[in-house]
């Protein structure tokens, strides 16, 4: 069974030439996140995981900031941090968890995805960047863990991806103190692969590297990536046995044949697009 695309309305979702474009569309308010942006996002997410429409996934935004992370206002609205008992307090585990797993989404996606990032990327924005594959940024973006400024802790990722992708000194001076980083600063220590003039050109960056990423078999693809997050949790040699199992499950000669032969002709190659998936709970 395949499913429409959903209806977004913090959101707009484009798919041309199998790159999917998920862009962040409430600049008014700082595109910050509301119960319905953690609605719309995950629902975006689950639905490109499913269908074979795109081979890689763009997040950008709109206006100023990238994101100025968690809306203040859901705080004792529409999320109630009851820290009167201790089962009010136990009852925050289970609220954070469905909100960490959209995130982790971005992880387990079948198709890699790639962060636009402007202006600022604050607080919650963080911890989506860094679940991304590739970050690009535009000159004047910067990161802040905005969390600490606020009196709590960084709890839907940030805090357990950022220590693999930046220094651990330079992490804990981030998220003791709230300070910015700079684009700059962050493409000279690896969090960002490469920063743009502008917004403009940045995006059209992040579309060119989706494309390019497109044109590669999907499956292929889709091993790699499975390859490199698990690299980065667990030893080598845990690793080199876990890539023997994947390349057996995945190897194509045809893919192979096809990369030889469009190399050889000097045309674009053809690849089959991953499977659609159907969701067990859809099924009878």
């Not at 953690?38 to 795109?54: F, I, K, V």
């Not at 968890?97 to 990032?117: G, W, Y």
């Not at 919650?124 to 802790?153: H, K, P, W």
């Not at 990722?157 to 003791?176: D, F």
């Amino acid at each position: 069974m395949t499913h429409p695309a959903p209806t977004l309305t913090h959101f707009s979702l484009t798919i041309t030439d199998a790159v999917a474009h998920l862009v962040l569309n409430r600049p008014d308010a700082m595109n910050t996140m509301n119960p319905t942006f953690w609605r719309e996002l995950d629902e975006a997410l689950s639905w490109l995981h499913h269908s074979p429409a795109a081979r890689a996934l763009v997040i950008s935004s709109t206006g100023k900031h990238f994101s100025a992370g968690m809306a203040l206002e859901t705080f004792g609205g529409a999320i109630t941090m009851d820290d009167s008992s201790a089962e009010g307090r136990a009852a925050i585990f289970d609220l954070l968890l469905p909100m960490q797993a959209t995130f982790t989404k971005l992880e387990t996606l079948r198709i890699p995805t790639i962060a636009a990032i402007q202006g600022g990327c604050i607080g919650g924005a963080v911890d989506l960047v860094t679940a991304a594959c590739i970050r690009y940024a535009s000159r004047d973006a910067f990161f802040c863990v905005q969390e600490i400024n606020i009196g709590m802790v960084a709890d839907v990722g940030t805090l357990q991806r950022l220590p693999k992708l930046l220094p651990l000194g330079l992490v804990r001076e981030l998220a003791y103190t709230g300070r910015r980083l700079g684009a700059d600063k962050a493409l000279a220590h690896g969090l960002v692969t490469e920063v743009f003039d502008d917004h403009e050109a940045l995006v059209a960056g992040a579309l060119a590297c989706a494309r390019d990423i497109a044109s590669k078999p999907p499956v292929a693809i889709w091993g790699t990536k499975q390859a490199i997050n698990y690299a980065r949790d667990h030893s080598v040699d845990d690793s080199l046995r876990q890539m023997g199992w994947l390349q057996s499950g995945v190897w194509s000669n045809a893919n192979v044949r096809e990369s030889i032969m469009a190399m050889k002709l000097k045309r674009a190659p053809g690849f089959p697009d991953l499977a659609p998936l159907v969701r067990f709970n859809d099924l009878g």
